[in-house]
């Protein structure tokens, strides 16, 4: 049982990391241009400089759902890793890890909602490219919103050991 705790520790500490990481660098999309290559994320452009990211009106609204449902997330995972630390400690076998569990699945729901408006706005489209792909950063998204749900799941059956 230790072990599997610390495994799903490490596990969990590895989703905050790289769910800090796919907010903040700009790799989410990446194409090339006559001048190199050009990356986006959710924040900025960079070529060899980086500048306010260029987005129309129309699509304003999704790329700030983008970012707020990503900032949440990274706060809703943090917040399960402290209840995680604090339950171990303080509750007894049958109630640990239920409010973990469910806080993670929050997190789960809120990396599902920003990826997928994403997707659904942003992929394919970049201004002064060719060629566009998605980056390292969108993967990385996905990897945690895997990841975030085998967590959550995995905190609501240990909780009854």
Request: glycine letters at 6%; hydrophobic letters at 55%; one cysteine or more.
């Amino acid at each position: 049982m230790l072990v599997l705790l610390a495994g799903i520790f490490v596990v969990h500490i590895a989703t905050v990391i790289m769910l800090f990481v796919s907010t903040i660098a700009n790799v989410w999309m990446v194409g090339s241009s006559n001048f190199g290559s050009i990356s986006t994320g959710l924040w900025l452009m960079c070529n060899r400089t980086c500048i306010q990211l260029p987005v129309s009106s129309d699509d304003e609204a999704s790329l700030k759902a983008v970012q707020a449902f990503m900032i949440l997330s990274i706060i809703f995972s943090v917040v399960a890793l402290v209840l995680f630390i604090a339950q171990l400690f303080t509750l007894e076998k049958g109630k640990r890890f239920y409010m973990t569990g469910a806080v993670m699945l929050v997190c789960w729901m809120c990396i599902l909602i920003a990826v997928s408006i994403y997707t659904a706005r942003f992929t394919g489209t970049m201004l002064y490219s060719t060629n566009p792909h998605h980056g390292y950063c969108f993967i990385l998204a996905w990897i945690c919103f895997c990841f975030s749900f085998i967590i959550g799941i995995l905190y609501l059956v240990l909780r009854k050991k």
